[in-house]
């Protein structure tokens, strides 16, 4: 048996949409014990099999990592006491693309994504990151917050 009890792929553009779900998320979905992934892709950097990074994606990639740890950290502070493995993975590439390849690495129970706020009739849309996820990940739910529900759902 696992030591944690669900797996949740949280990918990240950093953004305050992204920001709002994390909130969100902590408040509702994440559990005592479970693992949290947090994903960032690199979309200008592309992972070629084995080959070194170059020097600028190098500092791509390391202030990726600096501000995923720093999401993490902020995660915890949310999760008020309760207890979940976070995780934080730098992704290449498409986004969508990459979010689909981690989630057929870690096999999450779940991905939670934000949507950014739009208005009318647009809100019925996704964008293209979403739109991807949703048509090519078949193996777990995918949850789409938007950034104006979770603001008014956590308040």
Known sequence: MSAH??????PTDFSDAAAKALVW???FVIHHDDRVVLLHTLED?????????TPEATQLYQGAERKLNEW????????H?????????VGFGAAG???VKAAGKIAPDMVLMAVHGQTGVASVEMGPVASYVCAYLKSCPVVLVRSAMAEEIAA
């Open 72 to 79: 993490a950290k902020e995660l915890r502070r949310q999760l």
């Open 81 to 89: 006491g309760k207890h979940a493995f976070i995780e934080t993975k």
């Open 45 to 53: 950097v592309h992972e070629d099999d084995g080959a070194a990074l």
């Open 97 to 99: 693309v990459a979010t």
């Open 5 to 10: 009890k669900n797996t949740i792929l949280l």
């Open 25 to 27: 998320a902590a408040r």
